[in-house]
């Protein structure tokens, strides 16, 4: 399984979840500066942060930070305002957890796994629009088979 799968099935999950929506992918802090894409709250947001490649387990492993964030309404009591997003959010997390580690993912066609706990933290943002969510830090591996048959050489 690529990585371009990894990120798609990420994708799916969000876009099937009805309190989420839209995804994005890339570097959190590049669209957090970006003005336009609140619009898109509650948001997705994917951040690759590093990997392993494992001949011994066979196994290719990526750490992703996934950011579930919505908007937070300044207007009216906006610490109330805060909490409930958090709250939101959180639950979202607790969804979104549930099903990357999922069976149906483990027995797939292309499988991944999702070894371990996942770790949760509260965030708030306050560098344009006031935004708060949950950050999960998790790992995703899938199959590695090492085979230099396959290896396109000259």
Not at 27 to 36: H, V, Y
Not at 43 to 64: E, K, P, W, Y
Not at 117 to 137: C, E, F, H, K, N
Request: with cysteine.
């Amino acid at each position: 399984m690529t990585l371009n799968q990894v990120i798609q099935r990420l994708q799916t999950i969000a876009e099937n979840h009805r309190q989420i929506n839209s995804f994005q992918y890339g570097a959190i802090a590049d669209w957090l500066a970006n003005a336009q894409p609140k619009a898109e709250c509650p948001v997705m947001f994917v951040d690759h942060s590093n990997g392993n490649i494992s001949t011994t387990q066979r196994l290719t492993t990526h750490n992703f930070n996934i950011y579930l964030l919505d908007l937070v309404n300044a207007s009216n009591n906006a610490m109330s305002n805060e909490t409930e997003v958090l709250s939101d959010m959180l639950s979202v997390a607790e969804d979104v957890i549930s099903i990357i580690k999922s069976p149906d993912y483990e027995n797939a066609t292309l499988p991944w796994f999702s070894p371990g706990d996942a770790a949760v933290s509260m965030v708030v943002d306050d560098t344009t629009d006031r935004m708060a969510g949950v950050l999960i830090a998790i790992s995703i591996s899938t199959l590695f088979e090492p085979n230099r048959c396959q290896v396109p050489t000259l």
